[in-house]
């Protein structure tokens, strides 16, 4: 009864501030919108039954390799906006007496709210676009209501979305449950070990072999499979390793800065290497998906005259491609707009101490702007090199290096740092009102 008393509390304070609440349902309700949508098209590719279906499906497992990884990261993502706050919340309680079992439940009931929140709202938006979705034509014909989910799956998916919330809540909570007051003092930074690295090396060796002796593999059930798995293994380790990238880069930034805005910016890269990525993550996800993007052009144009089954099969392929880098740009204006606005607010204590030092506020915002944009070189260039090493063994060099394909990469790449560059000008105005208003409501 503690427990709940306690949430209801943090609940009613939290309510002061919209921003805590908002953000998170926000990212939620996109994340679920995204990944029903998504599901419900791969469920009427998987409804064919014909000779061709085969086809059809693998291209679907690769859509939702491709999409449904980086949506569950977001998913994470948006578990940890607004963290620490709730961290030092949640670290000054273990330091009154609050045993872990406490604040463990606190931040479970919390984040498992929202995300469920969130996902109502998705399921929502989901059911509202269908109509519209349903009008995009395969095989010569709209999808129709073929794509809406069962109840038991939108079900299956809302709670699903309330246990990753859940879980990412939890990890994260491990520094607050072992060094309270480090984390209150923000004496403990978080660390990222290079095993990461060790075990990105070896999880895209395995995907390439794999790829490599596809053709081996009987039956088209298993290829399927290997597919998702390696495109989906590929992007997750992406996550895995942006972090200890990100916090290399920054460490070289910071002995070398000669200006505040560099030492500021490298040292806001240094002060939580995942939330750094969290910034960018959604540009590395659509710099791995244009590759693909990039090599399907280019086979859609080497295609000569053909029957009037294949010219059906590349017009679906055409529709496909854009309908992945859709829904990519979705993710990476979420991802951009929504951790942007939570990092200001998390960072409310320093850059109200900045303005009490005299710093302009367009410093503050350059050096926001370099933190975010000077990652993203490493970011494309080594997502487009990971997914180019995937997609190798099935395309070959020429596809990839042919100048459509290029010409999608490089459209791909500028229209996601686009988005995330528009998400800093949208959030300078957080910025502004924070300074506007330097006491926290929290």
């Not at 997750?236 to 990238?245: C, M, Q, R, T």
């Not at 995942?274 to 960018?280: D, E, M, P, T």
């Not at 990039?294 to 017009?315: C, E, F, K, M």
Request: proline share 5%; hydrophobic share 60%; net charge positive.
């Amino acid at each position: 009864m503690t427990t709940l008393r306690l949430a209801w509390l943090f609940a009613r304070r939290g309510a002061a501030d919209r921003s805590t609440i908002v953000l998170p349902i926000v990212a939620f309700s996109i994340v679920t919108t995204l990944l029903l949508i998504v599901a419900g098209g791969a469920q009427a590719f998987f409804s064919w039954t014909d000779d061709i279906a085969p086809v059809y499906q693998g291209l679907a497992v690769i859509a939702l390799a491709l999409l449904v990884v980086p949506l569950i990261a977001l998913g994470g993502s948006a578990a940890r906006l607004s963290a620490r706050r709730r961290d030092d919340r949640l670290a000054g309680l273990r330091l009154l007496g609050a045993t872990p079992a406490t604040v463990t439940a606190l931040t479970v009931i919390e984040s498992t709210l929202l995300a469920v929140a969130g996902a109502l709202v998705g399921v929502v938006l989901s059911l509202a676009l269908a109509p519209l979705v349903g009008l995009i034509p395969f095989r010569g014909e709209p999808l129709g209501m073929s794509i809406l989910l069962g109840p038991g799956w939108i079900a299956l998916a809302v709670i699903g979305v309330g246990a990753l919330a859940a879980l990412s809540a939890v990890i994260g909570l491990r520094r607050v449950v072992l060094s309270p007051l480090g984390v209150r003092t923000r004496q403990d930074a978080p660390r990222t070990h290079w095993v990461r690295v060790v075990i990105a090396v070896v999880v895209i060796g395995i995907v390439y072999l794999a790829m490599s002796a596809l053709g081996g593999f009987g039956g088209v059930a298993v290829i399927i499979a290997v597919l998702g798995a390696g495109f989906g293994g590929a992007i997750a380790v992406l996550n895995l390793v942006g972090p200890w990238v990100l916090r290399m880069l920054a460490s070289r930034q910071a002995r070398r800065a000669q200006t505040p805005r560099r030492l500021l910016a490298a040292r806001t890269i240094l002060e939580s290497p995942k939330a750094a990525w969290r910034q960018v993550s959604g540009v590395a996800m659509t710099s791995f998906m244009a590759v693909f993007a990039g090599v399907g052009v280019a086979l859609i144009g080497s295609v000569g005259d053909t029957d009037p089954q294949s010219a059906q099969l590349v017009a679906d392929i055409r529709t496909g491609v854009l309908i992945t880098v859709i829904a990519s740009f979705l993710m990476v204006a979420c991802s951009a707009g929504v951790n942007q606005a939570a990092a200001i607010l998390d960072r409310r204590d320093l850059y109200v101490s900045l303005d009490r030092l005299g710093m302009p506020v367009s410093e503050m915002n350059a050096a926001r702007g370099r933190a975010v944009l000077s990652p993203l070189r490493i970011t494309t260039v080594g997502s487009a090199l990971v997914a180019g090493v995937v997609v190798f063994p099935l395309a070959g060099l020429s596809l990839i290096v042919a100048p459509a394909s290029i010409a999608v990469i490089v459209g791909c790449l500028a229209a996601g740092i686009g988005l995330v560059w528009l998400a800093l000008l949208a959030t300078r105005p957080v910025l502004t009102r924070v300074l506007a208003e330097p006491s926290p409501s929290l």
